[in-house]
């Protein structure tokens, strides 16, 4: 029979139930039950009552741990779905061509290169594999292109601004603004472009020199 499951992940269980059976537009208790399947139980209520009620023959072949599941990564007991991290469900492919507060590339590669760094006591409770299918493998590409052009375009000025970002003066607080802003011309060489962008995102006379 499939392992108890703690009150918490149940409780989350029952958020994601509610909002797939709005997003899908089915009943609550259909959508709670695709859930509870998909952890091997045969219907929601034997879910909620706990394992052990719950028939052995319901139980999937269980790993060790637990399928971690990143932004795009199709859920393994439906591959017709993928995890949307932004929004916490698993969705079809259509989903993704919304656009969401943050890229889905984007969000995907940072998750990706999250979750190989993660460490160990993680990695021993969850197991993902090293190419887990993703719908979002041709954004993750453009992402880090995108990224890696930024990388080639930036000036002297902005190199030298990230090996400042760790000093406690104004110096250092400048360059994590900058470092943090979205709209800092990363590529500009020119000063008076540089003092512009000072002046209209920061006008901090200490970060200026006083002036
Ligand atoms: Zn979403």
């Not at 034997?46 to 009620?53: F, I, M, P, V």
């Not at 932004?71 to 698993?90: S, T």
């Not at 930036?154 to 990230?162: E, T």
Request: with cysteine; proline share 8%; aromatic share 8%.
């Amino acid at each position: 029979m499939p392992s108890s499951l703690p009150a918490v992940q149940i409780e989350q269980l029952r958020r994601n139930a509610k909002r797939l059976a709005r997003q899908e537009n089915i009943p609550l208790h259909e959508s709670q039950d695709r859930l509870a399947q998909s952890e091997g139980y045969k219907n929601w209520s034997l879910l909620a009552k706990g394992a052990d009620q719950a028939p052995a023959r319901a139980r999937p072949p269980a790993p060790s741990t637990r399928r971690y599941y990143l932004h795009g990564d199709q859920y393994e007991p439906d591959p017709a779905r993928y995890y949307c991290a932004e929004c916490d469900v698993f969705f079809g492919p259509e989903h993704f061509d919304e656009a969401h507060r943050v890229d889905h590339g984007e969000r995907a590669l940072k998750a990706t290169e999250r979750f190989e760094k993660s460490p160990d006591d993680f990695a021993s409770r969850v197991h993902r594999p090293k190419d887990a299918p993703t719908i979002l493998a041709a954004a993750i590409a453009a992402a880090k292109a995108a990224r890696e052009a930024r990388e080639a375009a930036r000036s002297p000025f902005h190199r030298w601004l990230d090996k400042q970002k760790d000093r406690e003066d104004p110096v250092g607080d400048l360059a994590n603004d900058i470092l943090h802003g979205k709209h800092f011309p990363t590529g500009t060489a020119s000063l008076p472009a540089v003092r512009r962008y000072l002046t209209d995102h920061l006008a901090s006379r200490e970060a200026l020199g006083g002036s």
